[in-house]
């Protein structure tokens, strides 16, 4: 699913770093999980959450087999934008971030554009596309919505982390870097294996991934366009002793 700041073009070289010596019964779980375009690629149990009530509405009813209109009129875009509480949340999800510009959230009305060599793009039809393409990868993930330190996660879980990055565009909401990196120590503590995509991370956390990739979000704070930027990603190893590693 498009969606800003999506991680799809790395999924296949961070998961098995991820992923690693993760056993049937564990949980994976992404407390951002966004465009569902990391997530869509692990099996077993999982579940995804998101702070935007809209975005997760969008997942759920495309796991009920919802089909989203196949066009979305600028003057339509403009409607659902100016007024979200009129429609349902799965539809302001789906002209919200698939019908805009770079998967951001109303950044911008997409539709059918005519390219530098003289083509089309219509980037609607190119989003269902997408989205046909992964609904069987996200069939059996338990979506929620709530704030990342508000999710219920089961015990010994590995967890992904995707969150706003420090220094970039804008969300919808100013996000606190501090509270979230004391967050990730206290799952750390409690058991949990985690894992933050970001371009800097404490002192405690350790890049065990990274690679230059072009991308439309960039440390440099702006939009649109291709930017190189080096994606990291980080963990902390919680030592245990030989007791609880024998739980694991």
Not at 159 to 165: F, L
């Amino acid at each position: 699913m498009k969606y800003m700041g999506s991680k799809a073009k790395i999924a296949k070289e961070i998961l098995p770093i991820i992923l690693s010596g993760r056993k049937e019964n564990r949980y994976y779980v992404e407390p951002f999980v966004g465009g569902a375009n990391i997530i869509d690629k692990v099996s077993g149990l999982r579940i995804g959450s998101d702070i935007n009530k809209y975005l997760i509405g969008l997942l759920i009813a495309l796991q009920n087999g919802w089909t989203p209109p196949l066009e979305i009129t600028k003057e339509f875009y403009n409607k659902v934008r100016d007024n979200k509480d009129f429609y349902n949340d799965r539809l302001v999800g789906w002209v919200g971030f698939n019908c805009s510009y770079s998967g951001k959230f109303f950044a911008g009305y997409a539709g059918k554009t005519e390219t530098k060599n003289g083509s089309v793009r219509d980037y609607q039809a190119e989003a269902i596309k997408n989205i046909t393409n992964q609904l069987a990868g996200i069939k059996d993930v338990v979506f929620k919505n709530c704030e990342y330190h508000k999710l219920e996660i089961p015990n010994n879980s590995v967890i992904y982390c995707d969150p706003p990055y420090q220094g970039t565009t804008k969300y919808k909401d100013n996000f606190d870097h501090k509270l979230f990196w004391e967050w990730c120590n206290k799952m750390v503590d409690k058991g949990h294996r985690v894992y933050v995509s970001e371009y800097n991370a404490p002192p405690n956390w350790n890049c065990v991934w990274q690679k230059e990739v072009s991308s439309s979000l960039s440390a440099n704070g702006k939009i649109g366009g291709n930017k190189i930027s080096i994606e990291k990603l980080f963990t902390k190893i919680k030592l245990v002793s030989s007791f609880e590693a024998n739980q694991d």
